[in-house]
C-alpha cells in the first residue's frame, strides 16, 4: 500500500457552547482531554487514513461534525488532540464566503482566491476566462462581490477552487444554492478531476450523488465516527438509523417508480432530487 494521502490519529475538537474562542487558561490546559463545563466534542478520537485516489463520503445528520472534519484537513480548524497529516495541497470547496471579499470586484476576487492557493499571476491571467466562462458571470466580472447572489458567488468559488492544481478536493454542501444546470457542471468537473486521479472528501445528503462519486463512506454521530466501510453500506446504515429520512426516502422512490411508470421520466433523470447539491467552501 502506498502512503496515505491524509492521516487522521485520534483527532478531537472540543467548542465551546456559548464562547466563540477558548480562553488563554483553556489554552494552557489544553493537554487535558474531557470536556469542561459548557464545552462538547465537535469531533471525537477520530482516526483514520485516505489513499491516493479515494474518493470519499461523509454522512451524518446536522451537526454532527462533517464540516468540522473537513475544516481540520484544509487545516482551517486546529485538533485540540490527535494529529492530522495531510500529504499535498488541498482544494476546498467549503464555506464559500471564506475566502473571497464582498467590498472586492469578482475579477479582484477571482485573482486573490487563486493566488491564496498558489497560483501566479501569469496561470491566473491564463486562466481567468475560463473562469468567468464557466461560472458564467461574464456581465459581473466588475461588479462587488457583495453583490452577486448567492447561487452566483457558489459558481465563482466553485470555478475559482476547481481550477486550482491540488490532489485533495474538499467538497461540503454548498453547491445546493446552484441551479440544476450549473450543478450538472460542476458534477461533471467532479468526474474530471477524479478520474485525473484526485481525492475527494464530500459532504452530502444526497444517496445519488454519494454513491455517483464515492467508494468508501465515513458516518459521523455525535462526533465520532460510527462506520467507516463500502459507500453503499455507510449510506444504508445512515438512511436506516435516520428514520424520518429513511421515510422520505422510501417516498421519493416510490414517487420516482410512479413518474417512471407513466413515462415522465427516464433511468437518467432519477436523480434529479432537491438533495442533490452540494455544499461549497473557499
Ligand atoms: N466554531 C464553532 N464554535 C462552536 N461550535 C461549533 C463551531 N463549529 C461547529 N460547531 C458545532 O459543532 C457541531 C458540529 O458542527 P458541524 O458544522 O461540523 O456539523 P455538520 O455535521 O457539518 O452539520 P450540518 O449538516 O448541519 O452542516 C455543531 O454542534 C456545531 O454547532
Do not use: W
Not at 468526474?191 to 484526485?198: A, I, Q, V, Y
Amino acid at each position: 500500500m502506498t502512503e496515505p494521502i491524509i492521516s487522521v490519529q485520534n483527532v478531537s475538537v472540543r467548542f465551546h457552547r456559548s464562547r466563540r474562542h477558548r480562553s488563554v487558561r483553556d489554552l494552557i490546559f489544553k493537554g487535558q482531554s474531557g470536556v469542561r463545563a459548557g464545552e462538547f466534542f465537535g469531533l471525537r478520537h477520530i482516526s483514520f487514513d485516505v489513499q491516493p485516489g479515494e474518493a470519499i463520503g461523509v454522512v451524518g445528520r446536522n451537526g454532527q461534525g462533517k464540516s468540522t472534519l473537513l475544516k481540520t484537513i484544509a487545516g482551517v480548524l486546529i485538533p485540540d488532540e490527535g494529529r492530522v497529516v495531510v500529504n499535498g495541497g488541498v482544494a476546498p470547496l467549503i464555506e464559500i464566503t471564506g475566502g473571497f471579499v464582498g467590498d472586492l470586484t469578482v475579477r479582484d476576487n477571482i485573482y486573490l482566491a487563486a493566488g491564496l492557493h498558489g497560483m501566479s499571476k501569469k496561470e491566473i491571467a491564463a486562466s481567468f476566462d475560463e473562469i468567468v466562462e464557466f461560472a458564467e458571470i461574464e456581465d459581473f466580472v466588475d461588479t462587488p462581490y457583495k453583490h452577486l447572489s448567492s447561487g452566483m458567488k457558489v459558481r465563482v468559488a466553485f470555478s475559482v477552487v476547481s481550477r486550482l492544481d491540488e490532489p485533495i478536493l474538499l467538497v461540503d454542501e454548498v453547491l445546493a444554492v446552484g441551479d440544476r444546470a450549473f450543478r450538472e457542471k460542476c458534477f461533471e468537473r467532479i468526474d474530471e478531476m477524479l478520474s485525473n486521479g484526485r481525492t475527494l472528501f464530500m459532504v452530502s445528503h444526497s444517496e445519488a450523488n454519494l454513491t455517483r462519486f464515492c467508494s468508501r463512506g465515513l458516518y459521523l454521530r455525535e462526533g465520532q465516527l460510527i462506520l467507516d466501510g463500502p459507500i453503499q453500506d455507510v449510506v444504508d446504515q445512515y438512511f436506516s438509523d435516520s428514520g424520518d429520512e429513511a421515510a422520505l426516502r422510501r417516498r421519493h422512490e416510490r414517487r420516482m417508480r410512479r413518474m417512471r411508470k407513466l413515462g415522465l421520466l427516464s433511468d437518467d433523470d432519477e436523480e434529479d432530487d432537491e438533495e442533490d447539491g452540494l455544499r461549497t467552501v473557499v
